[in-house]
């Protein structure tokens, strides 16, 4: 699904939890089509980044802006989402194939068997029963990156997209983030792996204590 262009503006978000500021005056501005990446050590803000635009947590301050749109309160139903995020909801007790059904008919933008022929876009077979508690780190990985892709988001967060991945995997999941930035899409990718940083991302922002800028700094 080809998307038109899309523009998102983030504009001073900030956070403070138990007297820590995480986000400090974030600004950005990005663009369907490009890849864009997010160099910090851990905890100096990235996944907090992401969880504040996806909406998971409530920014102190801050807006985000969509095609030139305010939006007040969450991206839900504004555009399609995709988010990769440690620890991210799949049900242990599910097929890979039940996740994805299940979580297709939340915003119901894609069929069941749409939502199913992902699996094998990431390289896990479509027709194994086996439930998620069983799975490797490697094939969670995959089934999580599948979540993110299955609905041709407008806007693709991944917080470490190629972590737990074998080499050969490492390069289907980019190839599938350059083809989502090919479809239209924002991709924001925060990574410790700098070849991915380098190899796939058009622009490259860095954070430290929770400040984002474009300055390499010490990282």
């Given at each position: 699904m080809k998307i038109e262009k899309n523009t998102a503006r983030i504009e001073?978000?900030?956070?403070?939890?138990?007297?820590?500021t995480v986000l400090s005056g974030v600004s950005m501005e990005l663009f369907g089509g490009k890849i864009y990446?997010?160099?910090?050590?851990?905890?100096?803000?990235k996944t907090?980044?992401?969880?504040?635009?996806?909406?998971?947590?409530?920014?102190?301050?801050?807006?985000i802006f969509w095609n030139g749109q305010y939006i007040k309160d969450s991206l839900q139903g504004v555009l399609r989402?995709?988010?990769?995020?440690?620890?991210?909801?799949?049900?242990?007790?599910?097929?890979?194939q039940e996740n994805l059904a299940y979580l297709a008919k939340i915003n119901c933008y894609i069929t069941k068997k749409e939502a199913i022929q992902t699996l094998?876009?990431?390289?896990?077979?479509?027709?194994?029963?086996?439930?998620?508690?069983?799975?490797?780190?490697?094939?969670?990985?995959?089934?999580?990156i599948a979540q993110a892709v299955m609905e041709?988001?407008?806007?693709?967060?991944?917080?470490?997209?190629?972590?737990?991945?074998?080499?050969?995997?490492?390069?289907?999941?980019?190839?599938?983030?350059?083809?989502?930035?090919?479809?239209?899409?924002?991709?924001?990718i925060a990574s410790h792996n700098r070849e991915d940083i380098d190899t796939l991302c058009d622009h490259v922002f860095y954070m430290k204590d929770g400040v984002l800028t474009e300055d390499r700094g010490d990282e």
């Open positions: 001073d978000m900030t956070k403070t939890i138990k007297g820590e990446g997010i160099v910090g050590k851990n905890g100096s803000g907090m980044l992401f969880r504040a635009i996806s909406g998971l947590i409530r920014p102190d301050k801050g807006k989402l995709g988010l990769v995020l440690e620890n991210i909801g799949l049900h242990p007790d599910l097929s890979a094998s876009r990431v390289g896990l077979d479509p027709k194994n029963k086996k439930k998620v508690k069983t799975y490797s780190l490697g094939m969670r990985q995959k089934l999580v041709h988001p407008d806007l693709l967060l991944l917080d470490e997209p190629t972590n737990a991945l074998d080499a050969q995997s490492v390069e289907r999941v980019r190839g599938i983030i350059r083809e989502e930035a090919e479809r239209g899409a924002i991709v924001v």
